[in-house]
C-alpha cells in the first residue's frame, strides 16, 4: 500500500514536469511569425528557431543519460530546470539588442534543460506500475503535457503576436526617440514572458531540492547502447518518434502562416461564430489587433486537441492494443491533412487543427512500445528515443524549404509521408503483440 501511495506522489509530481517543458515548447512556436517579422526571414531561416531547440535533444539527450546515471535522477530534475531558466533569461538580453543569435542560443540552452527532464521522466512514468499499463500512464502524463501545450498559444497570441511588428522600411523613417520607444516595447512583449517563466522554474527547482522520490531507476549494464542500435524494433521506434515530432513540431510552427497565407483573419472577422470566439480566446476587440494574433488563437484546439486525445488514449490503450490505436490515430492524421491540402477558408483551417487530436497519443505510444521488454536497457533506450526527438530540428525547416519554393498545401506532402510511417509501425506492432498473445 505504501508502495503505491509513493508511485502515485511521484506520478503527479513528476506530470508536473511534463506540463512545463510542454507549455514552454509550444510557446516558442509562437515566437516565429513575431521573430519572422522582426528579422524579416524566409520561411526556412524562421525554422532555424525549431532547428536551435530540437537539435539540443540530439546533442544532449545520450548525455543526459550518462549523467543521470551519475547524479541520479532527482539531482538531474534539478540540473535540468536549472538549464532551463538560463535559457528563458537569456531572451532578455536578446529581445533588447534585437540579435537573431542570441534567440537561437536562449532555445538551445532551454532545450537542453528539457531534455536532461525528458530522458528520465518518460521511463520513470512508464516503469510506475505494471508494464501492461505502461502505454496507459505515459498518454495520462503527456495529456498534462498538452494541457500545457493547449494553454501557450493563449498566451503566444495575446502577450507575443498581439502588437503589430513594423518593416525595416518603417523603423528607418521614424525619428530617433520614436525608433527607442518602438525597440522598447518590442522587446517587453518578448521578456515579461520569458520571465516570468524563468522565475516560475527556479522556484520548482527549489521544491525539487526538498521532495523525496522513489528510486527506481538503476544504474544501465554496459554495452546496451550497441545492444539497442542492433534491435530493429528499437531502431524502427526510434525513427518513429523522429517522424512523428517532425510533424507535429512542423504543423504548430507554420500554423499561424499557413492561416495567413489563406487570408482566415479576414474570413474570421467576417464569420459572426469564428469571430465571437477569436474574440473570447483573446478578451480582446479584433479590430485592435494583428491578423497573427486573431490566426494565432486558434492555434490552441490544435494543441487543445492533443490534450484530449491523450485523456481518450489513456483510456483506449488499456482495452485495445496501444499498436492498433497508433494506427488508426496514424491513419485519421493523414485524412486530415489531404482534406486540408484540397479545400480552403475555415474546412482546411479546422481539418489541419484536427491533426493535433490524432497525434495526441503518438510519442507515449510509441515510446513504451519501443521500451517494452527491454528491462535494465530502458533508461539507454529513453535516451535514444529522447535523441530521436531532434526530428523537430529537422523536418520544420524542411517543410519551410518546401513551402518557399512549392507552397504550403503541396508542401503538407512531407508530413503525409511521416504519418505514414507511424501508421506502418503501429500495423507492425500490434501484429507482433497479437502474436506473442497466443
Known amino acids: 500500500m505504501n508502495a503505491t501511495k509513493n508511485y502515485r506522489s511521484a506520478f503527479i509530481i513528476v506530470t508536473v514536469l511534463f506540463f512545463l517543458w510542454g507549455f514552454i515548447t509550444v510557446l516558442v512556436d509562437s515566437l516565429i511569425p513575431r521573430l519572422k517579422d522582426v528579422f524579416e526571414l524566409s520561411y526556412f531561416q524562421a525554422g532555424l528557431v525549431q532547428f536551435a531547440f530540437f537539435a539540443a535533444y540530439f546533442v544532449f539527450s545520450v548525455p543526459a543519460g550518462w549523467l543521470l546515471s551519475k547524479i541520479g535522477y532527482q539531482k538531474g530534475v534539478v540540473l535540468g530546470l536549472a538549464v532551463m531558466a538560463i535559457g528563458c533569461l537569456l531572451f532578455y538580453p536578446a529581445a533588447s539588442e534585437r540579435i537573431f543569435g542570441v534567440f537561437l542560443l536562449g532555445y538551445f540552452t532551454l532545450a537542453a534543460g528539457i531534455t536532461i527532464l525528458q530522458v528520465a521522466a518518460n521511463p520513470y512514468v512508464a516503469v510506475l506500475g505494471s508494464e501492461a499499463g505502461a502505454s496507459s500512464r505515459l498518454n495520462l502524463s503527456q495529456a498534462f503535457n498538452s494541457l500545457g501545450t493547449a494553454i501557450a498559444p493563449i ?40 520571465l516570468f517563466l524563468a522565475g516560475c522554474i527556479g522556484v520548482l527547482a527549489l521544491l525539487f531540492v526538498f521532495i523525496k522520490l522513489p528510486k527506481i531507476l538503476q544504474k544501465t549494464p554496459k554495452g546496451g547502447y550497441g545492444k539497442l542500435l542492433k534491435n530493429n524494433y528499437v531502431m524502427m521506434g526510434v525513427i518513429g518518434i ?44 479584433l479590430a485592435s489587433i494583428d491578423a497573427k494574433a486573431i490566426v494565432g488563437a486558434f492555434v490552441v484546439f490544435y494543441w487543445s486537441g492533443a490534450m484530449v486525445g491523450r485523456f481518450i488514449g489513456s ?51 510509441i515510446f513504451t512500445l519501443t521500451i517494452e521488454g527491454l528491462g535494465d536497457l530502458k533508461p539507454q533506450a529513453s535516451g535514444l528515443l529522447c535523441m530521436a526527438i531532434v526530428g523537430g530540428a529537422i523536418i520544420p525547416p524542411l517543410y ?17 509521408g511521416c504519418y505514414g510511417y507511424i501508421l506502418f509501425y503501429g500495423y507492425k506492432k500490434q501484429k507482433i503483440s497479437r502474436l506473442h498473445s497466443f
Do not use: H
Open 315 to 365: 483510456y483506449l490503450t488499456k482495452i485495445i492494443r496501444p499498436g492498433k490505436v497508433l494506427a488508426a490515430f496514424a491513419f485519421l492524421a493523414i485524412v486530415m491533412l489531404v482534406i486540408s491540402m484540397n479545400t480552403t477558408g475555415l474546412l482546411a483551417m479546422w481539418t489541419i487543427l484536427a491533426v493535433g487530436l490524432f497525434n495526441s497519443i503518438m510519442f507515449p505510444t
Open 242 to 285: 523522429f517522424l512523428y515530432v517532425g510533424a507535429e513540431v512542423a504543423i504548430g510552427s507554420y500554423l499561424v502562416n499557413y492561416f495567413l497565407n489563406m487570408n482566415l483573419a479576414q474570413v474570421i472577422i467576417e464569420n459572426n461564430t469564428m469571430n465571437r470566439l477569436a474574440s473570447r480566446i483573446l478578451s480582446k476587440d
Open 155 to 194: 498566451v503566444g497570441a495575446t502577450y507575443l503576436l498581439s502588437d503589430k511588428i513594423q518593416s525595416s522600411e518603417t523603423i528607418s523613417v521614424m525619428t530617433e526617440a520614436e525608433q527607442q520607444n518602438y525597440y522598447i516595447g518590442e522587446a517587453g512583449a518578448v521578456q515579461q514572458p520569458f
Open 400 to 416: 519551410g524549404l518546401l513551402t518557399d519554393t512549392i507552397g504550403f498545401k503541396t508542401a503538407l506532402f512531407l508530413l503525409i
